[in-house]
């Protein structure tokens, strides 16, 4: 049974893109993970629009990113100090991030970026609210043109 309703989803145009981890240090925090994945990390990087480093892990379907704060003021950092690490966000790689954002904004949900902010591995980012996604932040990109 379909229970969707298409007249307002793009979802078919959405896919997961990565899962983030937020983690208070990276080093450990990849090795840990290139175990239990029994891959290796690759694309690590500095986002200083997000104030962290992040590294990202391939999976079969889809990647990991682990992210760790650089200074104790991000926000990164202040979600470890209030609910530990573990799972930060879920991406959405989407074809056109502008006429998603305003395809949000036109719904009426809370977003935090206003405008695509750049963001790793060369994509524009903007983040969905956890209040209008039932406590999820979510994380819409796109690749820059």
């Known amino acids: 049974m379909n229970h969707h309703n298409n007249s307002t989803s793009t979802s078919?145009?959405?896919?997961?893109?990565?899962?983030?981890?937020?983690?208070?240090l990276l080093d450990p925090a990849?090795?840990?993970?290139?175990t239990l994945l029994g891959t290796h990390h690759y694309g690590r990087e500095r986002v200083s629009?997000?104030?962290?480093e992040v590294a990202f892990l391939d999976t079969p379907t889809s990647r990991i990113e682990l992210l760790a704060p650089l200074n104790p003021e991000s926000s990164v950092?202040?979600?470890?100090?209030?609910?530990?690490?573990?799972?930060?966000?879920t991406a959405f790689l989407v074809p056109d991030i502008q006429s998603e954002l305003?395809?949000?904004?036109?719904?009426?949900?809370?977003?935090?970026?206003?405008?695509?902010i750049s963001g790793s591995q060369d994509k524009w980012i903007v983040f969905l609210h956890?209040?209008?996604a039932h406590g999820v932040l979510i994380e819409l990109c796109a690749y820059k043109k």
Do not use: C
Not at 12 to 24: L, M, R, Y
Not at 102 to 116: A, S, V, Y
């Open 130 to 132: 956890p209040k209008s």
């Open 49 to 52: 629009s997000q104030d962290v």
């Open 77 to 89: 950092a202040k979600f470890i100090n209030k609910r530990g690490e573990g799972m930060h966000h």
């Open 12 to 24: 078919s145009t959405w896919q997961v893109d990565h899962i983030g981890i937020a983690v208070a």
């Open 30 to 34: 990849i090795e840990h993970y290139e």
């Open 102 to 116: 305003d395809r949000i904004n036109t719904l009426g949900w809370e977003l935090i970026n206003q405008q695509p």
